[in-house]
C-alpha cells in the first residue's frame, strides 16, 4: 500500500476489535447504530415529506437552545439541554413555516434564512460563554464517537448498565420506535397527505411539531456521539438507501435500520483499518450502502432504469417493425426488404436487420424471397395489436383532443409502446368500440 493507505491485515481490523478491545467496540458500535437508526428512522418520514433538509436545519438551529440551557442551569444535565434542544428545534420548524406561509419565498429559502441565523446566535452564545460554561462548538459540530465517556455508567435499581451517553440514546431510540409503532397509521396517512389526515380526524400539525420534537431530542442526543453535522448524513443516508430499495413504508423503516447497524460496524472498522475519526467513517460506510442502492436498486437503481430503458427501445423497435409489416400487407405488400424497412421507418440498416434477426427468432417473421421479410401467423397477431393500439389512439385524440389529421400519426405512433392489453381494451370500450380510424382505416377487432 502507498503511504496514505495502511496495509489491510485481517487480524487488527477485523479480529482484535472484538477480541482484545471488546469492551470498547461494543459501546462505540451499539452507541454508533443507535444513534442511525434512531435518525434513520425519524429520516424516513422526513424523505417521504420532501423534508430532509429540515433534518439539517434544526441539527444546527438546537445550538442556541443548548447554550442557554447550560446558562440557566449552569450543568450539562440531559434533562436541560433536552428541554432547550426541543423549544429551540420547534421553534425552527415554527419559523420555518411562518416565512413560507406568509411571504412569496419558498421552503428551502425559508430554512436557509432561518436555520444559519440561529446557529450563528448559538455560536456567538458559546463564544460569549465560554469561561462560564463547559461546552465547546467544535465537540458540537464535530464531536467523535471514539472518544464517548465509557467511565460515566448508568446505575438503575442497583444495577449498573451502560454508559451514560449510551443509555440516553438507547432510551431516545426506544421512545422513537414506540412512537411509530402507536402512531403508525397516522404518520403514514400525514406523511403522503396532511390534508387528508386532517380530514380523518389526525392532526397534521400536531404530527408535525411532535415529529420535529423527536428529531430535536434525537439530534441533541447525538452531539457529544457524532456531532452535529454527521448527525445530518444518518438523518438523510439510511432514510434514502431504504428509498430506493423499496416502496412500502413498513419495510422502509425496517430497511433503514439495518442500513443503521451496517453504517455502524463498517464505519468502526473502517476507522481501525485507516486510523481515521470513527463517525466520519460511518458516514462514509453509509454513503457507501447509498451509492450501491443508487447504483444496484432492482427498482430505482440506475442499472435497472438503464435496462428498462434499453428494454423499451427494444419493443418500441419491434413493434415499429411489425406495424411497418402489418401496414405493407394491408397495402398488398406481404414482404419488405431490410433496407425497404430501415427506409420506411428512417431508421439504420444495422439496427433493421438486429430487430429483423430478433423477431425471426422468436417465430414472429419468416423469410421471403432472397432478401425480403414477412409475418408469421404469430407475428400477424402481435402486429395487429400494434395496429390496432395506433387507430384506437388516433381515434381518441380526434374526438377528445381535437388533433388534426395530419398531426395524429406521429402522436400515436409514439403512444401505441405505452398501453398494455387490458388498458388496450378500456380504450376500445370507452370510444365505443369504432371500427374505422379518423383517416378511413378499419381498426382491426381482437381475436377472443
Given at each position: 500500500?502507498?503511504?496514505?493507505?495502511?496495509?489491510?491485515?485481517?487480524?487488527?481490523?477485523v479480529?482484535?476489535?472484538?477480541?482484545?478491545?471488546a469492551?470498547t467496540s461494543?459501546w462505540?458500535?451499539?452507541?454508533?447504530?443507535?444513534?442511525?437508526?434512531s435518525?434513520g428512522?425519524?429520516?424516513?418520514?422526513?424523505?417521504?415529506?420532501?423534508m430532509?433538509?429540515?433534518?439539517?436545519a434544526?441539527?444546527?438551529?438546537?445550538?442556541p437552545?443548548?447554550?442557554?440551557?447550560?446558562?440557566?442551569?449552569?450543568?450539562?444535565?440531559?434533562?436541560?439541554m433536552?428541554?432547550?434542544?426541543?423549544?429551540?428545534?420547534?421553534l425552527?420548524?415554527?419559523?420555518i413555516?411562518?416565512?413560507?406561509?406568509?411571504s412569496?419565498?419558498k421552503?428551502?429559502?425559508?430554512?436557509?434564512?432561518?436555520?444559519?441565523?440561529?446557529?450563528?446566535?448559538?455560536?456567538?452564545?458559546?463564544?460569549?460563554?465560554?469561561?462560564?460554561?463547559?461546552?465547546d462548538?467544535?465537540?458540537?459540530?464535530?464531536?467523535?464517537?471514539?472518544?464517548?465517556?465509557?467511565?460515566d455508567?448508568?446505575?438503575?435499581?442497583?444495577?449498573?448498565?451502560?454508559?451514560?451517553?449510551?443509555?440516553?440514546?438507547a432510551?431516545?431510540?426506544?421512545?422513537?420506535?414506540?412512537?411509530?409503532?402507536?402512531?403508525?397509521?397516522?404518520l403514514?396517512?400525514?406523511?403522503?397527505?396532511?390534508?387528508?389526515?386532517?380530514?380523518?380526524?389526525?392532526?397534521a400539525?400536531?404530527?408535525?411539531?411532535?415529529?420535529?420534537?423527536?428529531?430535536?431530542?434525537?439530534v441533541?442526543?447525538?452531539?457529544?456521539?457524532v456531532?452535529?453535522i454527521?448527525?445530518?448524513?444518518?438523518?438523510?443516508?439510511p432514510a434514502?438507501?431504504?428509498y430506493?430499495?423499496?416502496?412500502?413504508?413498513?419495510r422502509?423503516?425496517?430497511?433503514?435500520a439495518?442500513?443503521?447497524?451496517?453504517?455502524?460496524?463498517g464505519?468502526?472498522?473502517?476507522?481501525?483499518?485507516?486510523?481515521c475519526?470513527t463517525?466520519?467513517?460511518?458516514?462514509?460506510?453509509g454513503?457507501?450502502?447509498?451509492?450501491?442502492?443508487?447504483?444496484c436498486s432492482?427498482?430505482?437503481?440506475?442499472?435497472?432504469?438503464?435496462?428498462r430503458?434499453?428494454?423499451?427501445?427494444?419493443?418500441?423497435?419491434?413493434?415499429?417493425?411489425?406495424?411497418?409489416?402489418?401496414?405493407a400487407?394491408?397495402?398488398g405488400?406481404?414482404?419488405?426488404?431490410?433496407?425497404?424497412?430501415?427506409?420506411?421507418?428512417r431508421?439504420?440498416?444495422?439496427?433493421?436487420?438486429?430487430?429483423?434477426?430478433?423477431?425471426?427468432?422468436?417465430?414472429?417473421?419468416?423469410?421471403?424471397?432472397?432478401?425480403?421479410?414477412?409475418?408469421?401467423?404469430a407475428?400477424?397477431?402481435?402486429?395487429?395489436?400494434?395496429?390496432?393500439?395506433?387507430?384506437?389512439w388516433?381515434t381518441?385524440?380526434s374526438?377528445?383532443?381535437?388533433?388534426?389529421?395530419?398531426?395524429?400519426?406521429?402522436?400515436?405512433?409514439?403512444?401505441?409502446?405505452?398501453?398494455?392489453?387490458?388498458?388496450l381494451?378500456?380504450?376500445?370500450l370507452?370510444?365505443?368500440?369504432?371500427?374505422i380510424?379518423?383517416?378511413g382505416?378499419?381498426?382491426?377487432?381482437?381475436?377472443r
Open positions: 500500500m502507498n503511504g496514505l493507505i495502511p496495509s489491510f491485515e485481517w487480524r487488527h481490523v479480529v482484535e476489535p472484538w477480541t482484545v478491545g469492551g461494543i462505540i458500535v451499539l452507541m454508533g447504530a443507535l444513534v442511525a437508526v435518525c428512522l425519524i429520516g424516513c418520514f422526513l424523505v417521504l415529506r420532501g430532509s433538509l429540515i433534518g439539517d434544526i441539527s444546527h438551529a438546537v445550538l437552545g443548548i447554550a442557554l440551557a447550560f446558562l440557566l442551569s449552569g450543568s450539562r444535565a440531559s434533562l436541560p433536552f428541554v432547550g434542544a426541543a423549544i429551540f428545534g420547534v425552527t420548524a415554527v419559523l413555516e411562518t416565512v413560507y406561509k406568509h412569496r419565498i421552503q428551502d429559502a425559508a430554512m436557509g434564512v432561518v436555520f444559519p441565523t440561529l446557529f450563528a446566535v448559538g455560536v456567538i452564545l458559546i463564544s460569549l460563554l465560554a469561561d462560564k460554561v463547559d461546552l462548538q467544535e465537540c458540537v459540530l464535530y464531536g467523535e464517537i471514539a472518544f464517548i465517556p465509557l467511565e455508567r448508568t446505575t438503575l435499581l442497583g444495577v449498573t448498565l451502560g454508559p451514560e451517553s449510551v443509555m440516553i440514546m432510551f431516545v431510540c426506544g421512545l422513537i420506535v414506540l412512537g411509530i409503532a402507536l402512531f403508525y397509521r397516522p403514514l396517512v400525514a406523511s403522503f397527505d396532511p390534508a387528508l389526515a386532517t380530514s380523518i380526524g389526525f392532526s400539525v400536531v404530527i408535525h411539531y411532535s415529529m420535529m420534537t423527536m428529531l430535536s431530542l434525537t441533541v442526543s447525538a452531539f457529544e456521539s456531532g452535529a454527521l448527525v445530518v448524513s444518518m438523518l438523510i443516508a434514502a438507501t431504504a430506493l430499495l423499496t416502496d412500502r413504508l413498513s422502509m423503516l425496517v430497511l433503514s439495518v442500513h443503521g447497524v451496517l453504517t455502524a460496524l464505519g468502526w472498522h473502517l476507522s481501525v483499518w485507516l486510523e475519526s463517525a466520519g467513517a460511518m458516514v462514509v460506510v454513503t457507501t450502502l447509498f451509492l450501491l442502492a443508487f447504483v432492482p427498482a430505482h437503481g440506475l442499472v435497472a432504469r438503464a435496462a430503458r434499453i428494454q423499451l427501445s427494444r419493443r418500441m423497435a419491434d413493434e415499429n417493425v411489425l406495424g411497418a409489416l402489418i401496414r400487407e394491408e397495402d405488400a406481404p414482404a419488405f426488404t431490410t433496407v425497404t424497412l430501415a427506409a420506411w421507418l431508421l439504420p440498416a444495422g439496427r433493421v436487420a438486429g430487430v429483423v434477426r430478433r423477431l425471426r427468432a422468436r417465430g414472429w417473421l419468416i423469410a421471403m424471397g432472397s432478401d425480403g421479410v414477412g409475418l408469421t401467423d407475428g400477424r397477431e402481435q402486429a395487429t395489436q400494434v395496429l390496432r393500439a395506433h387507430r384506437l388516433e381518441l385524440l374526438r377528445e383532443v381535437g388533433l388534426p389529421g395530419d398531426h395524429l400519426h406521429d402522436a400515436a405512433a409514439h403512444l401505441e409502446h405505452y398501453i398494455d392489453t387490458d388498458t381494451e378500456t380504450l376500445d370507452t370510444l365505443g368500440r369504432p371500427d380510424d379518423p383517416h382505416a378499419t381498426i382491426p377487432t381482437p381475436r
